[in-house]
C-alpha cells in the first residue's frame, strides 16, 4: 500500500521481542490500543504501517489525523495474528528476518522495547470449521505464524501431515500440533530461488482416504503448483482447500498484490 490509509490505524507498542531461529523474530505488543480487539483470531491477516526512520510516536500518530499532510508515505505490510491473551492485553507477531531486504524486516529486527507501528485489522480467520478426515499443512517461513496458529486449532485427535521448509537447520524448531499430525522439515538455504521440495514431498505422499482439508501458503510459485497438483491431479474439492500465496520471488509486497488482483480477475 503507498497511499495515505484514511482512517486511523491502533498505534502499538513494543513491551519485548525474542528469537525464534535464526530467521524468526518474535514481537509482543501490549498496552491500552489492545482494548477491544477481537479473539479467537490466531491466523488473521493484518496490516502494519511501518514508521519512518527517526519518526517520533507522536509525529506517526500526528499522521493520521484527517487534515495532516499526506506527503510522506509510510509502508504497509500484511501481517498474521500469531497469537493474542486478552487478559494480559498482549499480541504476538512474528516476522521473518532473513536479511535486510524489507521495511517490516528492518522494523523487526531494530524493534525494541517501546518501539511502535500502526496496526490494522485483523480479518476474519481463514479456516474457521475443521471437518476432514486428514489434514494436509504446507508453509515456508513466511506462513509459518498462520499453519501453527492453525495446528493449535484443530480438533486434538486430528491426523495428516505437514511440511515446512525453511532456510536453515537452524530454523526447524518445536511446534505445537496434534499428535496425529506428522511434521516434516525441508531445508532450501535461498528461499530466492523457486524450490519444488514442498510439490515433491506432496507427490511422494501415500495418499490417504476419506475428505482432505488443506492449509497451504507461501511463495507463489509454489503455490501455484500445489493447487494445480491438488485440483487438478488429485481431484481435491475447492472448497476443501485453503491455499494461497503470500510473497513473489522478485516482487515487492505492493507489486505482488497488483498480480494477485489481476490473477483473480
Known amino acids: 500500500m503507498t497511499t495515505k490509509p484514511k482512517r486511523r490505524p491502533r498505534i502499538l507498542t513494543v513491551m519485548k521481542t525474542r528469537s525464534l531461529s535464526p530467521n524468526m523474530v518474535r514481537v509482543t505488543f501490549s498496552g ?16 502494519l504501517v511501518l514508521p519512518g526512520e527517526g519518526e ?6 500526528a499522521y493520521f489525523a484527517p487534515d495532516a499532510p499526506s ?40 524493534a525494541v522495547t517501546g518501539s511502535f ?16 478426515d486428514w489434514y494436509l499443512i504446507a508453509a515456508d517461513l513466511s506462513a509459518m505464524p498462520f499453519a501453527e496458529a492453525t495446528l493449535e486449532a484443530m480438533p486434538r485427535d486430528a491426523q495428516g501431515v505437514a511440511v515446512f521448509e525453511v532456510p ?8 505445537t500440533a496434534p499428535q496425529g499430525i506428522e511434521i516434516t522439515w ?17 507427490k ?9 482439508q488443506t492449509c497451504i501458503a507461501g511463495e507463489s510459485s509454489v503455490i501455484r503448483s500445489l493447487r494445480d497438483h491438488l485440483h487438478n491431479e488429485r481431484a481435491v474439492p475447492r ?20 498480480m494477485k488482483r489481476a490473477e483473480a480477475a
Open 168 to 175: 536453515s537447520k537452524e530454523d526447524i524448531r518445536e511446534v
Open 71 to 110: 506527503e510522506k508515505i509510510h509502508p504497509v505490510r500484511t501481517y498474521t495474528v500469531r497469537a493474542f491473551r486478552p487478559a494480559e492485553l498482549e499480541l504476538d507477531i512474528d516476522f521473518v528476518v532473513h536479511g535486510d531486504e524489507g521495511p517490516a524486516t528492518r522494523w523487526a529486527q531494530r
Open 204 to 212: 511422494s505422499l501415500n495418499w490417504r482416504q476419506g475428505v482432505l
Open 32 to 47: 491500552p490500543e489492545l482494548e477491544g480487539f477481537p479473539a479467537n483470531h490466531e491466523g488473521a491477516n493484518c496490516k
Open 186 to 202: 525441508l531445508v532450501q538455504d535461498d528461499p530466492h530461488v523457486a524450490s519444488s521440495a514442498q510439490l515433491d514431498f506432496v
Open 56 to 61: 517520533t510516536k507522536e509525529e506517526f500518530d
Open 117 to 132: 507501528l500502526g496496526f490494522f485489522g485483523p480479518s476474519q480467520p481463514k479456516i474457521t470449521e475443521y471437518y476432514a
Open 239 to 258: 472448497k476443501d482447500t485453503y491455499i494461497s500465496g503470500y510473497w513473489k520471488i522478485g516482487l515487492v509486497e505492493d507489486e505482488h498484490q497488483k
